[in-house]
């Protein structure tokens, strides 16, 4: 039976005509070095992170995990001194496929939140693969968080007012470094904002199929990140829960979790499903699926309608948090 894609919001579809000429959604392993040459990357070095001096940015070289390189975390602190004290701190791991990107990419949503509610974002960069295949991200992002929680007093923040975030496969990555924490008696954050989050190796929901060929993350990319992550374990019988947090047997005793998925796109049925997993397993979540939301459409059209929806939700949800 042919699967019939869902429509796309009609003011998206119009941003997707607009960004097809440039965005492919079928990557494979051979687009990936030209991706990453590409501008799209190099914009970033242009992001101004300070938000008109709003923040003081710095790049801070810290201890990776045993064995392994060190990483980099972008550092974006208020210049002004907090009157109530240490201020929460937003975690952000950065999206790509698990082969693109580094801690800039969008990483402006975080300081947008930031912004709004006098926190400290500290952004990981982790290892891409190929070349660096699973478990080097996850690695990567869980030292990143135990030396932010480590050096709380330094950054000025509360290290029991973490929230981690993420969009795509820095969502899936949040999603399995709340996991592996979790396992490891690390840090406990205190939420996880999980955004169309890359959650399931297995590249085989309905979602998955109806949205072949369409949007700008479809099966054919998926299977690019995946394989580049996994190699040949990729959809076999034992993917690693903390590569792909789908496959994790036990989700009690993970923070509360936010997450949010477009109708017409890839990523839907996996995110879907894991809300209703961690709601079976007495867990706290809140669950958007954005009609006719593209993956990502937020990011790329951040003036429609539905995208100033979606991110009002983001930041009622962290007030909510922040607040209890």
Known sequence: MTLVPPPF??????????????????????????IRQGP????????????????????????????????????????????AGPRPVVYHVHGGGMVLGNNRVGVDVALAWAKELDAVVVSV??????EDPYPAQIEDVYAGLVWTAEHAGELGVDPDRIVLAGASAG????????????????????GQVLMCPMLDDRNDTPSSHQMAGLGVWDRTANETGWTALLGERRG???????????????LTGLPPAFLDVGSAETFRDEVVAYASRIWQAGGIAELHVWPGGFHGFDGFAPQAALS????????????????T
């Open 9 to 34: 919001d009609p003011e998206l579809a119009g941003a997707l005509e607009l960004i097809k000429e440039v965005i492919s959604p079928g990557m494979t392993p051979e687009d990936i070095e030209q």
């Open 40 to 83: 799209g990357i190099q914009m970033l070095a242009e992001l101004d992170l300070t938000l008109d001096g709003f923040f003081k940015a710095e790049d801070r070289v810290v201890p990776g995990p045993v064995g392994a390189p060190e990483i980099s975390l972008l550092i974006c602190r208020p210049t002004v001194p907090s009157a």
């Open 125 to 130: 960069e982790y290892r891409l693969a190929p």
């Open 171 to 190: 969502g899936g990555l949040c999603a399995a470094l709340a996991l592996l924490t979790r396992d490891r008696q690390g840090p406990r954050p205190i």
């Open 236 to 250: 076999g019988p034992d993917g690693p829960a903390y590569a792909a947090p789908a496959r994790a047997e036990d």
């Open 308 to 323: 100033q929806r979606t991110r009002a939700a983001h930041l009622d949800w962290l007030r909510r948090l922040l607040d």
